[in-house]
Each structure stands twice: as structure tokens, then as C-alpha cells.
């Protein structure tokens, strides 16, 4: 059974660096037919897909992050991360990771990041 | 970006009775090199993250009930519950992951009438 979890700081304060880390268990994040891959969703709004990874490619993001946006595979760790820079209150949200194949079919049960001073 | 609208964005269905989503995307999402639509369909509840329903536009994933079916091809797609059910009640997401950036529909709230 795959299960994905993140963890993370549930309070980041503007202008600092917001940080999450996937860990995956069921499967190993060097397979590479999946796709390793961050969404949030602000309360009470719809789903934004931040970016992908492969563990052994390049991450994809999505254009309007993509100057704050690090994704990064720590394979030893069986996880993947996220960092985003300079974060304001729009950055308030659930953070979910999930797996893709290409579908996105296994998620977190995703983190509250509350963006405030 | 490709931009996915989804229609109505709610519906109320009496129980047992049919409920329609429909989904258009901005620009076609069928590969020519597998003849397949990237379209996916999502069921969230509240509190809980989506789940997967539907890839492929109409492959239905393991678990799902048959009451749920995709049909459509290019730009235009359907999400059909045959008879709704309590636990039915939920926003319903369509994404098509041809393309990055990935994107979502709005979502459509399924109520009972």
C-alpha cells in the first residue's frame, strides 16, 4: 500500500522560506515511471499543481512559482521536498504531495501552511 | 496554459437519479502518439484530499464504483454518476496532465436535492 506524508512548519512567516518534505512508504521513490509531485489548495479554492520530479530528471514547475520554487529527491531518504522562497499571506494553504503515473493516484492527507506574522 | 472549465459549477440530484459534470479544455488534450486524452476526474470531500476516480478520460480506477464513467475525447468531457448516492455528495475536480503547467478545473459541488 503506497502512503505519502508530509511534515512541515504549519506557521512560516512572510518573507521566510516555507519547507515540506514527502516521505514515501509501498514504493521507492527511484521508480522511474512515477512522478513525484507538490499541489496546494488555498481554503476554501480550488487545486494548483506546483511542480513534478522525476527522481532522476529535472523538476517541472509551474511558471508563476518557478523564481521561489525548489523541488528536490532525497532517494536515500525515500523523499521529496519542497522549498518556496519569500512566501506571503497568498501562500496560505493545504499542501498535498502525491505520486503520478501519470495520473496523480496516491496523495497526503496534505498540511495546513499558514502564512503570518 | 491550458485552461479547463467545468460546468455547472453545482448540482443538486435527487438520490438514485443521474448527475452530469462536463469539462472543456482550452486546447486539445489527445495525444497523437498514444491516441489518449491526459484528462483525469477527482472527488474530494471535505477535509480529505482528492481522489482519483477517473484517467485516461474514461479508464475507471481500481475501487471506484461503476456508478462513476468518463466519456469525451479532445476538448470536451463528461463525468456521469448513473445513480447518486449519499456518499456521492462532494466537489468534483476535472486535470488534464498533457501539458505542464498541469491544471484543474474550478470544481463542481454535488448536492442532493
Known amino acids: 500500500q503506497v502512503q505519502l506524508q508530509e511534515s512541515g512548519p504549519g506557521l512560516v512567516r512572510p518573507s521566510q522560506t516555507l519547507s515540506l518534505t514527502c516521505t514515501v512508504s509501498?514504493?521507492?521513490?527511484?521508480?522511474?515511471?512515477?512522478?513525484w509531485t507538490w499541489l496546494r489548495q488555498p481554503p476554501g479554492k480550488g487545486l494548483e499543481w506546483i511542480g513534478s520530479?522525476?527522481?532522476?530528471?529535472?523538476?517541472y514547475y509551474t511558471p508563476s512559482l518557478k523564481s521561489r520554487l525548489t523541488i528536490s529527491v532525497d532517494t536515500s531518504k525515500n523523499q521529496f521536498s519542497l522549498k518556496l522562497s519569500s512566501v506571503t499571506a497568498a501562500d496560505t494553504a493545504v499542501y498535498y504531495c502525491?505520486?503520478?503515473?501519470?495520473?496523480?493516484?496516491?496523495w497526503g492527507q496534505g498540511t495546513l501552511v499558514t502564512v503570518s506574522s | 496554459d491550458i485552461v479547463m472549465t467545468q460546468s455547472p459549477d453545482s448540482v443538486a440530484v435527487s438520490l438514485g437519479e443521474r448527475a452530469t459534470i462536463n469539462c472543456k479544455s482550452s486546447?486539445?488534450?489527445?495525444?497523437?502518439?498514444?491516441?489518449?486524452?491526459?484528462l483525469a476526474w477527482f472527488q474530494q470531500k471535505p477535509g480529505q484530499p482528492p481522489k482519483l476516480l477517473i484517467y485516461?478520460?474514461?479508464t475507471r480506477e481500481l475501487g471506484v464504483p461503476n456508478r462513476f464513467s468518463g466519456s469525451g475525447s479532445g476538448t470536451d468531457f463528461t463525468l456521469t454518476i448513473s445513480s447518486l448516492q449519499p456518499e456521492d455528495v462532494a466537489v468534483y475536480y476535472c486535470?488534464?496532465?498533457?501539458?505542464?503547467?498541469?491544471?484543474f478545473g474550478q470544481g463542481t459541488k454535488v448536492e442532493v436535492k
Open positions: 502525491a505520486r503520478a503515473f501519470p495520473a496523480l493516484d496516491y
Open positions: 509501498g514504493d521507492s521513490i527511484n521508480s522511474g515511471d512515477f512522478s
Open positions: 520530479i522525476y527522481y532522476s530528471g529535472s523538476p
Open positions: 486546447q486539445s488534450v489527445l495525444s497523437s502518439s498514444n491516441n489518449k486524452n491526459y
Open positions: 485516461w478520460a474514461s
Open positions: 486535470h488534464q496532465y498533457y501539458d505542464t503547467p498541469w491544471t
